[in-house]
């Protein structure tokens, strides 16, 4: 049996940002599985059988691309960014470790991608220069509390944050509430990058104070920076660079 | 005046993970500017200038780059990984605040790469699969305190915790402490992913339980990732998973 199964993160839109180990393996594969959009990215070949489906059955994709490679098949499963953050990857061990326990010595690779924040970041300067944590806002996955202690101890631990996910289509209050904890818990005019779509020919870069946020500036293509105490912003004829120094002084 | 100044990730080590938005930069560069080895790492050829340096000068680097693009030159700042992930990309930022006005103005453009800890995530499985923090142990950079106060904030945030710089040469004690707290502090046998060089011939990936970790398990340039409660481990007969699932139930 040589099939094998890789989940390979196709970065945040531009092909200037796919890796070449993630375009060597999508054009040796012989079937692409993925959100619909993503499976687009692939440029269609001679062999290859794409198979696009819709957001929400990711565990159902899973299953299908581990039965496809336990089958001997060269298969790719594909994300936006980075595959192990919030996007394939755990889908796919997940379904490893209820599955066939055959699937678990299946020849699986994971294939590292640019994910959001890090072009976000790059696009704005270096917002996340010092330590940082990321959090998917979205509460189909979490309980609200959990995402609501989560802010409030990263405030107090003064990391800059990245947040996935912000505005749901399900649940668009859930981010308002979030603005609201990060009012209370920061309490100061740190500097919030919106970054919609970057990498992409809808990108967006909007950079305000936190006081002047609003919830209806994310939406479900923007990743949303959060500055710590420590985040500068270097006023320039263009939009300005916002950077987190490397050091704190004792 | 036509110069430029990217600061470019060149990935954990293996030119598979170099973007080609990078790669593009580097072949229409004058200059490249950077740590030794990384200089290393782009090809010689007639047109290109190399300055390498050693650690620890990254200000003068910064402000050597930026005069350089102000006189006209095309200049790349090179860092392992991501530039704005721990990296270059904050000490440009800061030669730029405090330095000539016009450095401002200047074309400046952060390339984001493939950073150690998702190279390491994606070798393990998808450890960071689920909210994370990342935080540079290194104490050159921050007091002990605060370092101690992040880890118990995220502890108690349950994120799982990536660890850049855990074992300098020059304050080997403090991932000891680190251990310490943590052990104190998460009270139970979650998974850690010592991930060492990798992308690299000297590549090592250590799975171990917390209480049985020891400081000597890192060295500069090992990434450290420590699970959450969540955090699963699927044995098999090689090396094992490890994916933090994307869910926690209420």
Not at 146 to 162: G, H, P, Q, S, Y
Request: proline letters at 8%; hydrophobic letters at 45%; charged letters at 20%.
């Amino acid at each position: 049996m040589s099939g094998w199964l890789v989940i390979a993160g196709l970065g945040p839109g531009d092909d200037a940002l796919v890796t070449p180990e993630v375009s060597g393996a999508l054009s040796g594969a012989q079937d692409v599985i993925g959100y619909i959009p993503y499976v687009a990215r692939v440029p269609d070949r001679v062999g290859l059988t794409k198979h696009a489906s819709d957001n929400r059955v990711e565990l159902d994709r899973a299953r299908h691309a581990l039965t496809l490679a336990a089958a001997g098949r060269r298969v790719a499963v594909v994300s936006s960014g980075d595959p192990g953050v919030f996007a394939m990857a755990s889908a796919v061990f997940e379904a490893v470790e209820a599955g066939d326990p055959a699937w678990r010595d299946l020849d699986i690779r994971v294939l590292p991608g640019i994910t959001a924040m890090l072009a976000a970041a790059a696009r704005a300067g270096a917002p996340l220069g010092h330590d940082f944590c990321a959090i998917n806002l979205s509460d189909n996955l979490k309980p609200w509390p959990l995402i609501e202690k989560r802010l409030r101890l990263a405030a107090e631990a003064d990391f800059v944050m990245a947040f996935y996910n912000p505005r749901s289509r399900s649940r668009p209050e859930g981010f308002a509430r979030a603005l609201e904890v990060l009012r209370e818990a920061c309490g100061d005019a740190r500097p919030v990058i919106f970054a919609r779509a970057v990498a992409t020919p809808d990108e967006r870069l909007t950079i305000v104070p936190l006081p002047e946020c609003s919830p209806d500036m994310a939406d479900m293509r923007t990743v949303v920076l959060i500055g710590s105490s420590q985040t500068r912003v270097i006023p320039r004829s263009g939009a300005p660079f916002v950077y987190t120094p490397r050091s704190v002084e004792p």
